[in-house]
């Protein structure tokens, strides 16, 4: 058994959905589950409707819901479905939620986050009921599976984390049955509910971690994440157009260019895979003839000759905190009281360099910056520096390879870098520039390390 999740790109267009419903005719065979995100841009456009409302701006509202509906309807008419009870009846219900959490919002003043949930789950409901019909249109027997009835999560709304023990029992009471009658069970991604039964969400991307949750507790032989672009690259082709895809990488290597701001993989997406040992493919729906991406435990003795650095990943958007207190020269604590504060308003921290009497950290969340350095004020002097960004070299022993850092560093002369981490992990180089030398420095590297390389 597989698991396959589809995101909004392949759902988005009639001419998408084709394509979507013959890449699941070809793995029939295998028995597949699949998980699917909102139809592109629904998402963004529900959080329109939720601040919309709580701002009481109901023509805005009012209008936004008559485009999403609009919008799915026209999909719907496109793929010849318009005789579906079931869809008439799905899109009824979702018009009939949207505006009853367009009130409720209103009433509230404010996006609540457990409405903003219900509200956000209504782009996977609709896309996944979508290609149920399509795909029974078509001769594949499918079955709507609700994720809510099968996934249980904590109650964190808008970044909630599923529950193993209690999702396994549920997940295989749901889909058995479909699996066992030779139907294709077809469930939203991003999507799950709390041991009270009310809407959660895994946060934006998500239904990547759906699928590899899904696939876990399932037992999957692999999952397979269907997107826009050919695979796992070696850069950003958005700042490296002769980007080249990868043919297959680690788990370390994926988890850490994920974190590090790689565009393909949700961070979370890989943790249920990793703990389970489950191969992850990273394929393109518009191209489903290309191999993709490969992401496996190990790459074992055929990745000889393989580039030492796999990928080159950014982080933009981030502050730096240079905290200074003559407290720290010979004391022992003073680490621990720093991170307590960041612990205190919940916000990460990415890169931490020391020194005998000050600590530089980078954090990417800007929400609750004034009041950490409010914070740390009392206990130490604090430099903060907007506008820099991250760039993260990954492979795997990159680290253990002599001359490496000068091969890197060697070739970034005049840029200005603040922060270098190196060693607390075996597979990647991380420092920090300015935003503004970013794309320069990703080229250079880029050229260095892939101008001879095929990936």
Request: aromatic share 6%; proline share 4%; hydrophobic share 40%.
């Amino acid at each position: 058994m597989i698991v396959m999740k589809f995101g909004g790109t392949s759902v988005g267009e009639p001419e998408a959905i084709r394509r979507v419903a013959e890449i699941i005719r070809s793995r029939l065979s295998k028995t597949p589950c699949v998980v699917v995100s909102a139809v592109a841009k629904t998402t963004d456009e529900l959080v329109s409707l939720s601040d919309a409302a709580a701002k009481a701006s109901r023509d805005r509202a009012n209008d936004l819901i008559e485009w999403i509906l609009e919008r799915h309807i026209k999909l719907i008419a496109d793929l010849d479905l318009d005789g579906d009870t079931v869809l008439s009846q799905t899109l009824s219900q979702a018009a009939e939620d949207l505006t009853e959490l367009r009130q409720r919002f209103e009433e509230a003043g404010k996006v609540e986050p457990m409405l903003m949930d219900l509200c956000l789950s209504t782009g996977e409901f609709l896309s996944s009921h979508i290609l149920v019909s399509y795909l029974n249109s078509q001769g594949i027997e499918a079955v709507w599976a609700d994720a809510r009835e099968a996934i249980v999560t904590d109650s964190r709304f808008g970044s909630a984390r599923p529950l193993f023990p209690e999702s396994r029992r549920l997940a295989n009471r749901l889909f058995e049955p479909i699996l066992e009658e030779g139907k294709v069970p077809v469930m939203q991604g991003f999507v799950g509910a709390d041991v009270r039964g009310r809407t959660t969400t895994f946060g934006r991307g998500g239904s990547d971690y759906s699928a590899t949750f899904l696939g876990a507790l399932l037992g999957a032989s692999t999952v397979e994440i269907w997107t826009d672009v050919v695979g796992v690259l070696t850069a950003d082709p958005s700042l490296v157009p002769e980007a080249k895809r990868i043919r297959r990488m680690t788990f370390e290597e994926a988890s850490e260019l994920a974190y590090f701001g790689a565009r393909v993989l949700h961070p979370s997406t890989l943790r249920p895979a990793i703990e389970r040992g489950i191969p992850v493919f990273v394929l393109n729906s518009m191209k489903p003839g290309v191999e993709g991406t490969e992401i496996t435990p190990s790459l074992g003795e055929d990745a000889c000759g393989e580039a030492t650095v796999k990928s080159i990943a950014y982080k933009e958007g981030l502050t730096v905190l240079n905290i200074t207190s003559t407290r720290m020269l010979m004391a022992y604590g003073f680490l621990s009281s720093i991170f307590r504060i960041f612990n205190q308003f919940e916000t990460p921290v990415d890169l931490v360099a020391t020194s005998e009497v000050s600590v530089s950290v980078t954090v990417d969340i800007r929400e609750k910056i004034d009041q950490i350095v409010s914070a740390l004020s009392e206990i130490s002097e604090v430099e903060v520096q907007h506008g820099k960004a991250i760039v993260c070299c990954v492979g795997e022993d990159i680290c253990r390879k002599a001359g490496m850092p000068a091969q890197m560093f060697g070739e970034l002369e005049g840029i200005r870098i603040t922060l270098i981490s190196q060693g607390a992990s075996r597979i990647n180089i991380s420092f920090v520039i300015n935003e503004s030398d970013l794309s320069e420095v990703v080229n250079r590297l880029h050229r260095k390390f892939f101008s001879e390389h095929i990936g």
